[in-house]
């Protein structure tokens, strides 16, 4: 049940970012996916060796985990990452608010999956959940920002 | 609550994944570049992240298939470790292309490639740097194909994109 709620809500989640229009190109799209889980699963093992985070016990629910963790939140990230490219055109504080509203609201899916089973989360609250997604964020508009830069020596990019 | 742990002794499987990746980042700069920088990029990171990616699902609770190193959990090493994948994924893609492999000699390369992998990961057995638990070298070397397979999809895709948008310039 929890499995395949997860597994439709992450096969929606990739046929709306497919159907969405790009703003970035598709060289970027996938190194920028690359960068996000790279860094998602170090910082995960790290937060494991804290205790702040718990694998879920049974094979459903670690699959599921899967699917949130290495294909959702990559979308979500991607999705992200065309909005921040879009604001901080306009000004560096509007690139800092996109940062700041998507960590926060990937911080607010944690009660979801602690409430399902899919990631058991320590009592720490979900402080340090947003700020681990900030910190994320953060290298990852970077890593575009720099990933953009060496890719238009060569090529001509809006 | 260390959250990224030294190794509990420096020994056999430390010195392996130094050996390895000092040899694979020396020999990724020595080859004629075929690839753009960006797309070399591109296949050296998708190299470091998918073992990782396997790692943190196989290796961990429920699955616990096998174990990295010295701890059953994430270790300074192991970050280190996945390093040495990046210029396997590379050497996989510029083989290909250097050698303008084509047709059914494609299957024959990614068999090769996949036990050559099989083989650097039974020394690594023996070294210490994995332990299996309810995993074989059959399975890795099965993995190993499906990887490579799609790293040739991908990698031809990111070409393609290179070109196309390298023309439109």
Same mark, same amino acid.
């Given at each position: 049940?929890?499995?395949?709620?997860?597994?439709?809500?992450?096969?929606?989640?990739?046929?709306?970012?497919?159907?969405?229009?790009?703003?970035?190109?598709?060289?970027?799209?996938?190194?920028?996916?690359?960068?996000?889980?790279?860094?998602?699963?170090?910082?995960?093992?790290?937060?494991?060796?804290?205790?702040?985070?718990?694998?879920?016990?049974?094979?459903?629910?670690?699959?599921?985990?899967?699917?949130?963790?290495?294909?959702?939140?990559?979308?979500?990230?991607?999705?992200?990452?065309?909005?921040?490219?879009?604001?901080?055109?306009?000004?560096?504080?509007?690139?800092?608010?996109?940062?700041?509203?998507?960590?926060?609201?990937?911080?607010?899916?944690?009660?979801?999956?602690?409430?399902?089973?899919?990631?058991?989360?320590?009592?720490?609250?979900?402080?340090?959940?947003?700020?681990?997604?900030?910190?994320?964020?953060?290298?990852?508009?970077?890593?575009?920002?720099?990933?953009?830069?060496?890719?238009?020596?060569?090529?001509?990019?809006? | 609550?260390?959250?990224?742990?030294?190794?509990?002794?420096?020994?056999?499987?430390?010195?392996?994944?130094?050996?390895?990746?000092?040899?694979?980042?020396?020999?990724?700069?020595?080859?004629?570049?075929?690839?753009?920088?960006?797309?070399?990029?591109?296949?050296?990171?998708?190299?470091?992240?998918?073992?990782?990616?396997?790692?943190?699902?196989?290796?961990?609770?429920?699955?616990?298939?096998?174990?990295?190193?010295?701890?059953?959990?994430?270790? *300074?090493?192991? &970050?280190?470790? =996945?390093?040495?994948?990046?210029?396997?994924?590379? !050497? /996989?893609? %510029? #083989?290909?292309?250097?050698?303008?492999?084509?047709?059914?000699?494609?299957?024959?390369?990614?068999?090769?490639?996949?036990?050559?992998?099989?083989?650097?990961?039974?020394?690594?057995? *023996?070294?210490? &740097?994995?332990? =299996?638990?309810?995993?074989?070298?059959?399975?890795? !070397? /099965?993995? %190993? #194909?499906?990887?490579?397979?799609?790293?040739?999809?991908?990698?031809?895709?990111?070409?393609?994109?290179?070109?196309?948008?390298?023309?439109?310039?």
């Amino acid at each position: 049940m929890v499995l395949g709620a997860y597994l439709v809500a992450t096969l929606l989640a990739v046929l709306i970012f497919a159907f969405l229009p790009k703003r970035l190109h598709l060289l970027e799209l996938w190194f920028n996916a690359i960068v996000h889980v790279y860094f998602y699963t170090y910082q995960f093992s790290v937060l494991t060796n804290l205790k702040f985070v718990a694998l879920p016990e049974s094979p459903d629910k670690a699959v599921a985990s899967v699917a949130i963790r290495f294909i959702m939140f990559p979308v979500i990230v991607l999705l992200f990452l065309q909005l921040y490219d879009k604001w901080i055109q306009r000004s560096w504080a509007a690139g800092l608010a996109t940062i700041i509203v998507t960590g926060a609201l990937l911080a607010l899916v944690q009660p979801v999956l602690q409430w399902t089973g899919i990631i058991r989360y320590s009592n720490a609250g979900i402080y340090w959940s947003a700020l681990a997604w900030f910190v994320l964020l953060g290298i990852n508009s970077g890593c575009m920002i720099a990933f953009r830069r060496l890719i238009r020596k060569e090529l001509l990019l809006p | 609550m260390n959250p990224l742990p030294f190794p509990k002794r420096f020994d056999a499987n430390e010195w392996f994944i130094i050996a390895g990746l000092a040899a694979g980042y020396i020999a990724v700069f020595l080859p004629r570049r075929l690839f753009p920088f960006p797309v070399s990029l591109l296949i050296v990171l998708f190299g470091i992240t998918v073992p990782k990616l396997f790692d943190a699902t196989l290796a961990v609770p429920p699955f616990e298939l096998y174990d990295i190193n010295d701890y059953s959990k994430l270790e *300074l090493m192991d &970050v280190v470790l =996945h390093l040495i994948y990046g210029p396997f994924a590379y !050497f /996989f893609t %510029y #083989g290909y292309a250097r050698f303008q492999i084509r047709g059914p000699a494609t299957i024959a390369w990614i068999i090769g490639y996949s036990l050559l992998g099989v083989g650097i990961e039974w020394i690594g057995t *023996l070294v210490g &740097v994995y332990t =299996h638990k309810n995993w074989n070298l059959l399975y890795s !070397f /099965f993995v %190993y #194909g499906c990887l490579q397979g799609l790293l040739l999809v991908f990698s031809r895709l990111w070409l393609r994109s290179w070109e196309v948008t390298k023309k439109q310039a």
